[in-house]
């Protein structure tokens, strides 16, 4: 038992030995902090409050953490003794004093001054899986360890306050969540088949106070006594079909690489990490009786930003700045790194679902899709044939403007295909399993134990032997396991998913949060028919389970826009198919659109400063300039020299071009590719030997030439031919493998997918002969002909009247366009403002109730 404070304090050693693990017999769930003048108590207990352990924490040394922990474990009375003889021992100080209590530590920071410990004093349950609470922090306090005497002995006070109240923007109250018996940072099909534990779970990628836990974890050696905490969006509740019920969950996890605000952080960095990278789990399962075995299935799928060197220019002047293509990356190095990674990740193959614009007045997003496209091309080179990069180029935009196209029906289409090739994960869990096997026994942390893990019996570096030792064990290991208590069940044979559908749009907020509505509802119908629930595996987008699913993603698609674009998402389409009025829905997207604007033009910036302290890329020092007086050149410098920023995974700062020239390098297609055989776990290969040193932690800044640059502010728009005729001359032709539409609309490419199956079902009969005659005279709205493209002839285009609809429309653009000129005369908007509004796509009904300024 540990001595008071004015004995020996010999029972508590600073280094805990991992391999002791947390108690065999639970997780603590539940703290309370008390402190005397000279150290904090943290008193944790397990959920049953079978024992008790305790941790003491220094106050009197402001410079250092200073902690230490008891391996003893306690019962509530010898813990409730100990605490006593604590107090009396340091009566003459002030005795010891409850604080708070608590759920959890989130971890320890020091900015100029002391350190402060972050706490979970609130918690609130919003799911469960298998079993595993699930919980959202409510409520959080940061407390200085340093007494009130020795905090009042340190200076400069007035950066260390600011430097609080900029970590403080971080709100822990707001789409944190974690669990203390389930790993929710990692998939359920990784939970099972991973042995990793404790510390190597902290450094994963979804991780976000893994820089704030750092210190007690080399510390103690463990992970008892702070939380996991995951960044994203989680949601749970139970729905039926044909009566049977069924729980459903979202979750998605943020990275913390790379991690920012919409116009601070953009594309992808020199290790490989890309901005807005987010995985998204869909997991269904059924509560059942006790003694009856449980089904589950999850599907995972990611977003991110385009893996290129890119960037945009936050401005308050300008609502739509600039895509800024760097050419500095010509061997597609980083972009090369980017898709190990999701190798790595999840296993071959990877499907890119790409949903940027391809023709525009001014080009702008098809500057990216055309480079992408030569990416995808560079890459699938060196690649062996089974392993190449999948991709669908499909233009979202211009096919939801189109009355005759439902884009859900045909991302449907896109989603089902996609699902046959990797997969999705399930598992049916017995009984003797779910109560003493895998599940309860991995999530906790227990090494030692030899119940499970068949991998440390055979010498396993393969995981596909994971899997099909997995697979034994849940069909029937445990001393026949199968046979439980109300007989015997039948035993499925688990499933598995290899490789990872990736869709991006510009954002990956609007337009990928539709497309991944539309793959969770194609795998939501699979997983209902593999689980019993449903004889169909496919859902209608009338049925209601449709519409259910649909408030989850759009629920998602919010969250995630509002931690990253600074508003919540637009969801024209699923307000159209929810038959919601036109004009509000117009003016929802208008309001939306205008807080995005704001957030993005004054508040990104401090709270990117805040982002980057949490995680612990800037770590203030003294001496040292203070973050808000480094320009984001100085951010950059800073990082490279070691001094002040330590972010490890940021790229430099592009300079922005004061040249108006146009500058567009050689575009290319992606290259052919056969069936991927998605069975197969090779990465990409090797960089090649000359181009290994390409990306550098100290590679120099980015100059202000006009080579770095793709476009300025002013450029004109670039005809099809200079666009996208070199690579459809060059490399689509040389197989016929490159899926076009029927039409021979370049917007659509793909090296995979039957473009002409997937417009079939998109269109009635008669619209779609109107459109094919249409679009095959008219190249500017549909891209160019098919006779064009068979030849490789690459002509300029000229517009047709029907790209700009009947006469009906064009008096209705005018009486907007004076509704619109009246509007900002009256409220004194600016020139670029009305310009703005008026090249808004559709109509507004009615008179616009916002004044501005």
Known sequence: ??????????????????????????????????????????????????????????????????????????????????????????????GLKFVTTCYGIVGF?????????????????????????????????????????????????????????????????????????????RSLQKNLCNKDTGQVLYETMFVWNEFLTREIRNHLQNTLWTVALVYGFFMQATLSLYGREFKLTLIARRSRHYAGTRYLKRGVNEKGRVANDVETEQIVFEDVPEGFPMQISSVVQNRGSIPLFWSQETSRLNMKPDIILSKKDQNFEATR?????????????????????????????????????????????????????????????KHSRSKATNVLLLLGKVAAYALTLTGFFYCQVTPAFRHEGCVRWLLSGNVDNNNFYPQRHC????????????????????????????????????????????????????????????????????????????????????????????????????????????????????????????????????????????SNAYMDSEKQDAIDVFLGHFQPQPGKPALWELDSDQHSDAGRNGHTYVDEDERSIFKRSLSDGNILGESGSPMSAKNVKHSSNSVLPERSQGSSNFLSESSPEISTCESDTAFSRYTR?????????????????????????????????????????????????????????????????????????????????????????????????????????????????????????????????????????
């Open 1 to 94: 038992m540990a001595s008071p404070e004015n004995e020996p304090s010999s029972h508590f050693p600073s280094v805990v030995d991992e391999s002791l693990g947390p108690p065999a017999h639970g997780f603590m769930h539940k703290f309370r902090l008390y402190e005397t003048r000279s150290n904090f108590y943290m008193i944790g207990r397990d959920k049953s409050r079978t024992y008790w352990r305790v941790l003491k924490i220094d106050r009197l040394d402001p410079s250092e953490l200073n902690i230490q922990e008891d391996l003893t474990t306690y019962t509530e009375p010898e813990c409730s003794d100990l605490l006593r003889r604590i107090h009396e021992g340091n009566k003459s100080t002030g």
């Open 109 to 185: 920071i020091k900015f100029l001054g002391p350190y402060y410990m972050l706490l979970i004093t609130k918690r609130r349950q919003i799911g469960a899986i298998c079993g595993h609470t699930v919980y959202a922090v409510s409520k959080s306090a940061m407390i200085p360890l340093p007494n009130s005497i020795v905090r009042n002995s340190i200076t400069n006070w007035q950066n260390e306050s600011r430097y609080k109240k900029l970590l403080c923007m971080v709100d822990l109250t707001k789409d944190f969540f974690f669990s203390y018996s389930y790993h929710i940072m």
């Open 337 to 397: 790194l980017h898709f190990e990674n999701l190798v790595n990740r999840y296993e071959n193959p990877i499907i890119i679902l790409n949903l940027i614009k391809t023709h525009e007045k001014k080009p702008r997003e098809s500057i990216l899709r055309a480079e992408f496209a030569n990416a995808i091309d560079f890459i699938n080179k060196s690649l062996p044939e089974e392993n190449r990069l999948k991709f669908l180029h499909w233009d979202l935009h």
């Open 459 to 598: 010498n396993c570096d393969n995981e596909d032997d994971d899997y099909f030792l997995l697979e034994r064990k849940l069909s029937g290991c445990n001393n026949g396991a199968s046979n439980v208590a109300n007989g015997n069940h039948p035993i499925k044979p688990p499933m598995f998913q290899k490789g990872v559908l990736r869709t991006n749009c510009i954002d990956c907020l609007d337009r990928t949060n539709v497309a991944q509505y539309a793959y969770g509802l194609a795998a939501l119908g699979q997983q209902l028919h593999v689980l019993g629930v449903a004889d169909n595996p496919k859902i209608d987008l009338d049925a209601p389970l449709a519409d259910d699913l649909m408030g989850f993603y759009e629920r998602m698609g919010d969250t995630l826009a509002h931690q990253y674009g600074g508003s919540a998402a637009h969801n024209k389409i699923f307000s159209e198919r929810r038959g919601q009025w036109k004009a509000a829905t117009q003016s929802q997207e208008f309001f939306r659109t205008l807080q995005r604007y704001y």
């Open 717 to 853: 728009s670039i005809p099809h031919r200079q666009l996208f005729g070199d690579m459809q001359r060059d490399r689509c032709l040389e197989t016929n493998h490159i899926y076009f539409s029927e039409h021979g609309d370049m917007s659509n490419c793909s090296n995979f997918f039957d473009l002409d199956w997937l417009s079939s079902s998109g269109n009635s009969c008669e619209e779609e002969q109107f459109e094919r005659s249409s679009l095959l005279t008219n190249s500017s709205v549909a891209g160019l002909s098919a006779e064009n493209v068979v030849h490789g002839v690459m002509g300029e285009t000229t517009p047709s009247t029907s790209e700009y609809g009947s006469s009906m429309k064009v008096r209705e653009g005018a009486d907007r366009n004076r509704a619109i000129l009246w509007y900002c005369t009256e409220f004194r908007c600016s020139r670029r403002f009305f310009r703005w509004l008026c090249a808004l796509g559709e109509p507004w009904r009615g008179t616009l109730p916002l004044k501005l300024g």
